[in-house]
C-alpha cells in the first residue's frame, strides 16, 4: 500500500507544482526535496544516533538493574492482553513499556530509541523478516495514537503564540488521545483478521531477473498516458507565454487563494517572533503560575529520575554501570544508519506535496463540504499534514495560532488537534525501516483510522468547551 501512496503523493505534488510555477527555481519543490533529503540525513538521523547510543546504553542499565522486569510484572495484565504473541519474561515487553511511557509523559525524543529497540527485539521474535507481525502492528499502532498526559508540544505554541490558559487543552487532549488509543488497539486487531502475513520473498538471482519480463497492464498503460498528458500541459505553462499561468490561476480564482496564503503565513511568522520576544521578556519579569512551575517542574525530573534509577539500582547491585552502558550504545549508530533512507525518501515526497501547493487547493475544493458539515476550512491543511510530517504540521500551527481573524475555539481546537494525533507515515517509515520489514500490512490503515478519529474528538471537544471563548 506504502508503494502506492508514495508514488501517487509524489506525482501530485510535482503536477499541482507544475501548475502553480513552483517547479524549479527558489522555493520550488525540488529545493524542497534536496533541503528535506539533507534535514533527513543531518538533521534527523545523526542527531538520533547519539540519541540511540544514550538511550540504548540506558536501557541495558535498566535491565540488568531488573527495574524493566519490575515494571514489566507490574503491568502484565494488560500487556498479556495487548500483546499475547511475546512471551512473557521477554525483552521486548521492556523496552515496549519504555517506549509508551515515554510517549505519555510527551518526551518523544526519548521514546523514539526506546521504540527502535523494542522493535528490533520484536523482529527477533518474527518468522516472516520482510511482513509485520501483529504485535508490530498494534504496538506502532499505539505508537501513532500518541496518548499523553501532557500535551506540552501543544501548550508551548500556545504560549509562545500569546493565548492564555493554554492548560484547557489537557483535559480534552487526554480524552480524544485515550479514544484514539483504544481505536487504534480495535483497528489493528480487527484489521489484521483480514491481513494475513505472507511469507518472505525468495530473491532471485540477478540473471533470472533479468530475464524476467515484466508486462504493462491496460490499467496502467492508460495511467502512464495520463500522466503524459498532464505533464506536457505543465510543459505548456513552464515554457509558454509568462501570462499564461497567471490568466489560467486567475480565471479559476486560484490566484487569490494562493496569495492570501502567502500573505497570512508571511503575518504569522512576524506575529508569532514579536509574540515570542514579548514573551521571553514578560517570563524574566513575571513569575510564572504554580501549576506550570509544578508541570515544567514533573516534566523536567523524569529524566534525572530515569537515570538515577537505571545507574543507581544497577551499581547496588554490583552491575559494572559503565561497561554496560557501552554494550548496550553500540547498536545505536547502525540503527540510525539503517533508517536514513527512508528518511530521505518519505521526507522528500512530503517536501514535494508541501511545497506545491496541493492542500491548499484542496482546501479550496473542499471548502463548501467541510462547511455543511461544521469542520472548520482553516483546521484542514493540519489535519491532512499532521500524519505526514510534524515539522510541516507545526509551522501550519504557528500560523493559525498567530491568524487575527481567526476565533480563540479554532485554535484552541487546533492545539489539541496537534496534540491528539501523530506523525503516522513517519513512524512507519522509522519503526519498520530499522528492522527492514517491507510489507506494513494493515499498520497504515490502522494508524490513519486512529488519526481520523482523534481528530474528530478533537473537533467534539474544541466546539463543546470553546464555542463561546
Not at 147 to 171: E, K, Y
Not at 307 to 322: F, P
Request: aromatic share 8%; net charge positive; proline share 4%.
Amino acid at each position: 500500500m506504502l508503494n502506492h501512496i508514495w508514488a501517487v503523493l509524489l506525482f501530485i505534488g510535482i503536477l499541482v507544482a507544475g501548475l502553480t510555477g513552483h517547479v524549479s527555481g527558489e522555493g520550488s519543490v525540488l529545493d524542497a526535496a534536496a533541503k528535506a533529503a539533507e534535514k533527513a540525513v543531518m538533521g534527523i538521523a545523526l542527531p538520533l544516533a547519539g540519541m540511540m547510543m544514550f538511550w540504548l546504553g540506558v536501557l541495558r542499565l535498566m535491565e540488568k538493574a531488573g527495574v524493566l522486569d519490575a515494571l514489566v510484572r507490574f503491568l502484565s495484565p494488560l500487556l498479556r492482553r495487548l500483546f499475547p504473541d511475546v512471551p512473557k519474561d521477554h525483552p521486548a515487553m521492556g523496552a515496549m513499556v519504555m517506549n509508551l511511557s515515554a510517549n505519555m509523559l510527551g518526551l518523544s525524543n526519548s521514546a523514539t530509541p526506546m521504540g527502535l529497540k523494542a522493535m528490533g527485539h520484536l523482529q527477533e521474535l518474527n518468522a516472516h523478516k520482510q511482513s509485520a507481525s501483529n504485535t508490530m502492528v498494534t504496538f506502532l499502532a499505539l505508537n501513532t495514537a500518541g496518548f499523553t498526559l501532557i500535551p506540552i508540544t501543544a501548550m508551548n505554541f500556545l504560549n509562545a503564540a500569546g493565548i492564555s490558559n493554554s492548560f484547557r487543552v489537557i483535559i480534552p487532549t487526554i480524552i480524544a488521545t485515550a479514544c484514539t488509543s483504544t481505536v487504534a488497539v480495535l483497528a489493528a486487531k480487527t484489521y489484521q483478521r483480514f491481513s494475513p502475513q505472507l511469507p518472505d520473498e525468495v530473491e532471485q538471482p540477478v540473471e533470472e531477473k533479468k530475464a524476467v519480463q515484466t508486462g504493462i497492464s491496460g490499467r496502467a498503460k492508460f495511467f502512464l498516458g495520463l500522466l503524459a498528458f498532464l505533464f506536457a500541459g505543465m510543459a505548456v505553462l513552464e515554457l509558454g507565454p509568462k501570462n499564461l499561468r497567471g490568466d489560467l490561476l486567475r480565471d479559476t480564482g486560484l490566484s487569490s487563494v494562493i496569495e492570501k496564503a502567502a500573505e497570512r503565513k508571511a503575518t504569522a511568522e512576524k506575529v508569532l517572533s514579536e509574540k515570542k520576544a514579548a514573551q521571553t521578556q514578560m517570563v524574566a519579569a513575571v513569575e510564572p503560575p504554580v501549576w506550570r512551575r509544578m508541570m515544567d517542574g514533573a516534566s523536567g525530573l523524569a529524566i534525572p529520575a530515569i537515570l538515577l534509577a537505571a545507574v543507581g539500582i544497577a551499581w547496588a547491585r554490583g552491575v559494572r554501570v559503565y561497561e554496560e552502558f557501552v554494550e548496550g550504545a553500540k547498536e545505536g549508530f547502525a540503527v540510525s544508519t539503517r533508517i536514513m533512507p527512508y528518511l530521505v525518501a518519505m521526507l522528500a515526497v512530503l517536501a514535494i506535496l508541501r511545497e506545491s501547493g496541493a492542500f491548499l487547493l484542496l482546501e479550496y475544493a473542499l471548502a463548501p463540504v467541510l462547511n455543511l458539515l461544521g469542520f472548520p476550512v482553516e483546521l484542514l491543511t493540519l489535519a491532512l499534514m499532521r500524519p505526514l510530517s510534524g515539522s510541516g504540521a507545526q509551522g501550519i500551527l504557528n500560523e493559525i495560532l498567530t491568524r487575527p481573524d481567526l476565533s480563540e475555539m479554532v485554535k484552541f481546537t487546533a492545539a489539541i488537534l496537534y496534540g491528539s494525533t501523530e506523525t503516522t507515515f513517519y513512524v512507519l517509515t522509522v519503526y519498520f525501516g530499522s528492522v527492514g520489514v517491507r510489507r506494513f500490512r494493515h499498520a497504515l490503515l490502522a494508524g490513519l483510522t486512529a488519526d481520523f478519529i482523534g481528530m474528530c474528538a478533537a473537533i467534539f471537544f474544541g466546539r463543546l468547551l470553546f464555542a463561546l471563548v
